[in-house]
């Protein structure tokens, strides 16, 4: 298997595509295997995709564009707004306010970015402030997305490692804001070493926060009542998602009356065409994850680090490095997809919670989309600014700052993790007796 993986990345660096890169390289673990059957192959191809978990993905994804569509998107723009306009890079701040607010909407880091550099990035320019600056805050602030639910990411995580998708969910909350705040206070402090002035010396008046958060009230409540609807089993994570495109469509057609039939098009190309993508790479990682079981790669794995480190926080660091690197050549899905089976039986082994470990991990290979030298957002948002990737990274320093304190909190806070998740489902259980409850 570590032939196969080698072959993988080295297809990777001569530019082939992600999907076709796993494809041929699980093929040729298959071609080193002739004792395996080769209908398996076939077979881990499309199980993979026919889980009945990942019918969340598509169906979040199609909700997204819809929200996005439907007048959601605009008023929850509004609110942050209304919010951060009399702090340092009141723009700059908008888009950290509305990556939190829109965690619950798009779901994909990626998505959120780029959707954020076409809706402020001309007017952050308009402003006088640098492209790549607006273009670094418009990327790195959809990290955010990474944990606020519900998360593209943490669905693929605990479908795969059989972690509880509603503890996953519910603990997101936490890091989630925490993140909000640091990335907050990177950027007004960037803005402020630039020059760039508030909108208004005073914060919003209480009559002006009220009557946005009541014209943004379907869009707030939207997190909420999929948190809720789960954790009393009135509904599965699965069909949360058509929840989702459900309220979406009610919301759009008949409270805000802003979809139209031309929009409603759109929306439907627009998720084919993420979905197309995203189910090839699911299809042939089914392939790759058979032949990292095959290869017993994770108990390989378990006992090396054992042998390096005895102490879980040492262990948390290393895979912490591990899952960066891996973040700066390799798209998020595939190393959650790849990896999560992997890793999940060694933190095991040293008592950490995967449903703690899931927010770290995820956070972490997420931000792999914001950093050099294949980071997906990072190359978006500089496309539509205009501007180099070197700049934009330039201007991201205090931002990667701010992630990895975040980081350093929830690797050594557990509890503050685990916080909402006990409250909400109870004490800490075995997920992997539980499943994806």
């Not at 639910?149 to 996953?168: A, K």
């Not at 979406?248 to 805000?256: D, K, M, P, Q, R």
Request: charged share 10%; glycine share 8%.
């Amino acid at each position: 298997m570590l032939s196969a993986i080698g072959f993988f990345l080295i297809l990777l660096f001569l530019g082939m595509p992600v999907a076709f890169a796993i494809a041929v390289s699980g093929f040729a673990f298959f071609v080193m295997r002739p004792e395996i059957p080769w209908t398996i192959l076939v077979q881990k191809s499309l199980s993979t995709t026919q889980s009945f978990t990942m019918l969340a993905i598509p169906l979040f994804i199609f909700a997204g564009n819809l929200m996005n569509n439907t007048g959601i998107t605009t008023r929850l723009i509004k609110l942050a707004n209304v919010l951060t306009g009399h702090m340092y890079g009141s723009i700059g701040q908008v888009s950290v306010v509305l990556s939190t607010l829109m965690g619950g909407v798009s779901g994909s880091a990626v998505a959120d970015a780029a959707m954020e550099c076409r809706i402020l990035g001309p007017e952050m320019t308009k402003r006088g402030y640098a492209p790549g600056w607006a273009a670094a805050v418009n990327c790195l602030t959809g990290l955010i997305v990474a944990t606020i639910p519900p998360s593209m990411g943490l669905i693929l995580y605990g479908t795969v490692g059989e972690v509880s998708i509603g503890r996953l969910f519910v603990a997101g909350f936490v890091p989630g804001i925490i993140m909000c705040i640091f990335m907050m206070i990177a950027t007004s402090w960037s803005a402020r070493h630039l020059g760039y002035q508030p909108d208004h010396k005073k914060p919003s008046s209480f009559h002006e926060i009220v009557k946005c958060c009541v014209e943004s009230i379907w869009a707030l409540l939207f997190p909420i009542l999929l948190i809720v609807l789960i954790r009393f089993g009135v509904m599965t994570p699965s069909e949360s998602g058509a929840f989702a495109v459900f309220y979406a469509l009610i919301v759009g057609a008949f409270i805000y009356k802003e979809l139209t039939l031309e929009s409603f098009k759109k929306c439907v190309i627009d998720s084919v065409k993420d979905l197309s993508v995203i189910t090839m790479i699911l299809a042939f990682s089914g392939i790759f994850s058979y032949g990292v079981v095959f290869d017993q790669l994770p108990k390989t794995l378990a006992t090396m680090l054992i042998g390096l480190t005895s102490n879980k926080y040492v262990l948390i660091l290393l895979i912490i490095i591990m899952l960066t690197v891996f973040g700066m050549f390799m798209e998020t899905t595939v190393i959650t997809l790849i990896v999560t089976p992997i890793l999940i039986p060694v933190i095991s082994q040293y008592g950490i919670d995967p449903v703690h470990f899931g927010i770290i991990m995820m956070t972490v290979v997420t931000m792999g989309c914001s950093t050099p030298p294949v980071g997906v957002a990072l190359y978006t948002c500089s496309n539509i600014m205009n501007c180099s990737v070197e700049e934009t990274t330039k201007y991201a320093i205090p931002l990667y700052i701010a992630i990895f304190a975040t980081l350093a909190i929830a690797v050594f806070f557990p509890d503050l993790i685990l916080l909402l998740p006990n409250l909400v489902y109870g004490a800490a259980y075995d997920c992997f007796l539980l499943g994806t409850l």
